[in-house]
């Protein structure tokens, strides 16, 4: 298996543990030596997960007050440098980041949530300026894409995923996929797929059938649980929706006998979620009992249908509007 999809036993730990931003905790650590303290994810979510504050640029040695930094050129191999001084700021960060890396793989953290817009943390839309001056929203901080590149399972969110329902279920939804690919291997690749097939669905059904392929020849073939993880990576990034729920819920309901009494629950329940007048973890559990009523055991031992009641918690902390 490569590095970059290397499989690690999590230790036994009581309490979750996630890195965050230093500002989002509270720490006074922004360029300008302000804060960003963020009451949800350390009031409410603090209370189920153990959180462990880093800060790129000021653990990287650049100074506190410090000269403000942007990403500069190419918004895929942007090089970060101050804005008034130009110094290129981008083997430093790039250092750190390395060096941060090995505390990561000792601590084994459940996910990242990181400063949205940062030059060093932004998950997405960060500001990149071209060599022409022209400013788009189409970079990535330093630090989390070197995290999306080196540990491309790690679960990452930004504290303002928590105002966009299916951003912050994405979330929380992947961090226990990723606790439980931890414990994958080759001859349980196929029934890993299984267990969370609908899960996979409901973010890209396409790449979910990819992926179905290629647990299939898990046991013949060595490289593929290399090959699933970078496809898999790649979905947990994918943001799901109102629709693609709608067709993964379908799907299962085709599981229920036809013109019976649990087969039309299933889809009345679906049609109310279509419309936005039930929320997604009620269909859920509706589905999941009405699996139970008929002894379905394949749906039964669907993820998808009894999600962990952590990651339940997790995902009320967010925006209810879906």
């Not at 804060?35 to 209370?47: A, D, K």
């Not at 500001?127 to 080196?150: A, H, I, N, P």
């Not at 990819?210 to 290399?226: F, N």
Request: glycine share 6%; with cysteine; aromatic share 8%.
């Amino acid at each position: 298996m490569s590095d970059r999809c290397a499989v690690t036993i999590q230790n036994n730990q009581s309490i979750p543990r996630m890195f965050i931003s230093g500002c989002l905790a509270g720490e006074w650590v922004r360029y300008d030596g302000g804060q960003q303290f963020h009451s949800v994810l350390i009031n409410q979510m603090g209370r189920l997960v153990e959180w462990l504050p880093i800060c790129p640029e000021f653990e990287a040695g650049l100074g506190l007050p410090r000269e403000p930094i942007q990403l500069e050129g190419d918004p895929h191999n942007p090089a970060v440098r101050a804005v008034v001084s130009r110094r290129d700021m981008t083997d430093c960060l790039q250092k750190w980041a390395h060096e941060k890396g090995r505390v990561l793989d000792e601590v084994r953290p459940w996910g990242v949530v990181l400063k949205s817009r940062s030059p060093s943390c932004g998950v997405r839309d960060v500001k990149v300026v071209s060599v022409e001056g022209t400013k788009t929203r189409d970079g990535v901080g330093c630090f989390s894409g070197w995290l999306s590149e080196s540990r491309p399972m790690m679960p990452l969110a930004q504290e303002t995923d928590l105002s966009d329902f299916w951003r912050w279920q994405g979330f929380a939804e992947w961090v226990f996929i990723y606790q439980r690919w931890q414990r994958v291997e080759r001859e349980s690749l196929q029934r890993f797929h299984q267990r969370h097939k609908y899960q996979l669905m409901a973010r890209h059904a396409g790449m979910a059938k990819a992926l179905g392929r290629v647990a299939a020849t898990a046991v013949s073939h060595a490289e593929s649980i290399d090959d699933y993880c970078t496809l898999l990576a790649r979905m947990m990034r994918l943001k799901s929706s109102r629709l693609r729920h709608v067709n993964a819920l379908k799907h299962v309901a085709g599981y229920l006998p036809k013109k019976s009494r649990e087969r039309a629950e299933a889809h009345r329940a679906i049609d109310h979620f279509s419309l936005g007048q039930r929320p997604l973890a009620s269909v859920q559990m509706t589905l999941y009992r009405l699996a139970s009523q008929k002894r379905l055991s394949y749906l039964q031992n669907q993820y998808y249908l009894k999600p962990d009641p952590l990651q339940l918690r997790i995902q009320r902390l967010g925006s209810r509007k879906q």
